[in-house]
T-cell receptor, first 113, second 113 residues
């Protein structure tokens, strides 16, 4: 019962470096999401993908790109990391609106020096 | 701009107390409101509310939605130390067939033995 799997769990980057956060779900869900969580800010939506082949911006998309590689995988890329992108990143998925339940990965803690 | 506001920001109670957490929202194309519990890592789903006045209940937790006044409350009776967590409220916004979830900043609850 893997659910939503994110890698890596921890990463330290230097300013200007690039990296990709990987996310995969094995629940045959249509929709996938990337959130960031900062102290006192709650969860903020970066990008989401309502279905395979589509992606849309969320509240804080600047500095990020995403790829919905297939139904299972949704990756988040930082092309040129900045200290402001230090955060905990969560990937989530949902099947349909009927249940409204988001299933979250365990999170990826990213530090940009 | 869509907005979800939770109060209080933090709360400390003793075991056995009853607590009420609040969530108010201003969201276009409201579809549903969800409550999550976040302990160490990923948020876990508690309730989804779509209709006003219908209480959802799970053990000592219950929640209700008021779509006229645009708020929801989450009640926890006979609190236990295991209830210590951050409680997140999220509202679903549906536009043009796609949907996304906007989260509040959360209420941090600490239950003392």
């Amino acid at each position: 019962n893997a659910g939503v799997t994110q890698t890596p769990k921890f990463q330290v980057l230097k300013t200007g470096q690039s990296m990709t956060l990987q996310c995969a779900q094995d629940m045959n869900h249509n929709s996938m999401y990337w959130y960031r969580q900062d102290p006192g800010m709650g969860l903020r939506l970066i990008y989401y993908s309502a279905s395979e082949g589509t992606t849309d911006k969320g509240e804080v998309p600047n500095g990020y790109n995403v790829s919905r590689l297939n139904k299972r995988e949704f990756s988040l890329r930082l092309e040129s990391a900045a200290p402001s992108q230090t955060s905990v990143y969560f990937c989530a998925s949902s099947k349909t609106r009927a249940t409204g339940e988001l299933f979250f990965g365990e999170g990826s803690r990213l530090t940009v020096l | 701009e869509d907005k979800v506001v939770q109060s209080p920001l933090s709360l400390v109670v003793h075991e056995g107390d009853t607590v009420t957490l609040n969530c108010s929202y201003e969201v276009t194309n409201f579809r549903s409101l969800l409550w999550y519990k976040q302990e160490k890592k990923a948020p876990t789903f508690l309730f989804m509310l779509t209709s006003s006045g219908i209480e959802k209940k799970s053990g000592r937790l219950s929640s209700i939605l008021d779509k006229k006044e645009l708020f929801s409350i989450l009640n926890i009776t006979a609190t236990q130390t295991g209830d210590s967590a951050v409680y997140l409220c999220a509202v679903e916004n549906s536009t043009s067939g796609t949907y996304k979830y906007i989260f509040g900043t959360g209420t941090r609850l600490k239950v003392l033995a």
